[in-house]
C-alpha cells in the first residue's frame, strides 16, 4: 500500500464547529485529493492539488477548504460543520501518468465525520 | 461537472457465472477510464484500468472494453467467485485530466 495516512479516522463533533481533517503521504506525488463517499452517491470530488499551493474544487466544494503547504500534506477544513457533512471522507493521492495524464489513485483507509 | 452514469446498483449472480457492470461518460475530453474494486469496509483499490488509445484490456478474469464514441466503457468479470463480491467504481478522468469522477457504484454479489 502506499504511504498514506489520515488523521482522525474517526471524528464526532457539533453542527457549527470547525473540523480540519489532515491527509499525510509518504510518496512524493505530485497529486492530493479528497473525497466523500455516501450511500447512493459514491465517491464525489470535493477538491484536488497538484502541487504545493496549487488546488482547484471538485464537484462538492461547497462547504469545504482546502491547503497544501508542502507536499505531504493536504488539509480539508470544514468551517462551519453541518449534518449534510456527515459522511466517510478519503484522501488519494496520484502520479503523473505517461503523457502527464492523472495515473492511478491510491486511496487512504477514510475518515468517519459524523456531525451531530 | 462532468458525469459518470453507472448500472446496475446492484447485481447478484451465482458462482462461475459472468458479471458485467456498464458506464457511460458525458466529456468527451476523458482519456483514463479506471475500475475501483472496494470490499466492505476498506478503501477502494485499482483492479484494471483503459486509456483512450486501446479499445479493450484483459487481466486474468477481468476486462474492460471502451467504445469511445459511443461514451460508454464496461467491466467484464469472469468465471465469478465468492470473493469477487465487493462495489465496483467506474471512473472517467475530468477536462483538466488531473482528478478522476466516479460511477455510484455497482454493488456485486456471487453466490456460491
Known amino acids: 500500500d502506499a504511504g498514506i495516512t489520515q488523521s482522525p479516522r474517526h471524528k464526532v463533533t457539533e453542527t457549527g464547529t470547525p473540523v480540519t481533517l489532515r491527509c499525510h503521504q509518504t510518496?512524493?506525488?505530485?497529486?492530493m485529493y479528497w473525497y466523500r463517499q455516501d450511500p447512493g452517491h459514491g465517491l464525489r470530488l470535493i477538491h484536488y492539488?497538484?502541487?504545493?499551493?496549487?488546488?482547484d474544487k471538485g464537484e462538492v466544494s461547497d462547504g469545504y477548504s482546502v491547503s497544501r503547504s508542502k507536499t505531504e500534506d493536504f488539509l480539508l477544513t470544514l468551517e462551519s460543520a453541518t449534518s449534510s457533512q456527515t459522511s466517510v471522507y478519503f484522501c488519494?493521492?496520484?502520479?503523473?501518468?505517461?503523457?502527464?495524464?492523472?495515473?492511478?489513485?491510491?486511496f487512504g483507509e477514510g475518515s468517519r465525520l459524523t456531525v451531530l | 461537472g462532468e458525469n459518470v452514469e453507472q448500472h446496475p446498483s446492484t447485481l447478484s449472480v451465482q458462482e462461475g457465472d459472468s458479471a458485467v457492470i456498464k458506464c457511460t461518460y458525458s466529456?468527451?475530453?476523458?482519456?483514463?477510464f479506471p475500475w475501483y474494486k472496494q470490499e466492505l469496509g476498506k478503501r477502494p483499490q485499482l483492479i484494471i484500468d483503459?486509456?483512450?488509445?486501446?479499445g479493450e484490456k484483459k487481466d486474468q478474469r477481468i476486462a474492460v472494453t471502451l467504445n469511445k464514441t459511443a461514451k460508454h466503457f464496461s467491466l467484464h468479470i469472469t468465471e465469478t467467485q465468492p470473493e469477487d463480491s465487493a462495489v465496483y467504481f467506474c471512473?472517467?478522468?475530468?477536462?483538466?485530466?488531473?482528478?478522476?469522477?466516479f460511477g455510484k457504484g455497482t454493488s456485486l454479489l456471487v453466490t456460491p
Open positions: 488519494a493521492i496520484s502520479e503523473w501518468a505517461s503523457g502527464g495524464d492523472t495515473g492511478e489513485l491510491f
Open positions: 510518496e512524493n506525488h505530485r497529486y
Open positions: 492539488s497538484y502541487g504545493v499551493k496549487d488546488t
Open positions: 466529456d468527451s475530453a476523458s482519456n483514463y
Open positions: 483503459i486509456r483512450s488509445n486501446v
Open positions: 471512473a472517467a478522468s475530468t477536462n483538466s485530466g488531473y482528478a478522476l469522477n
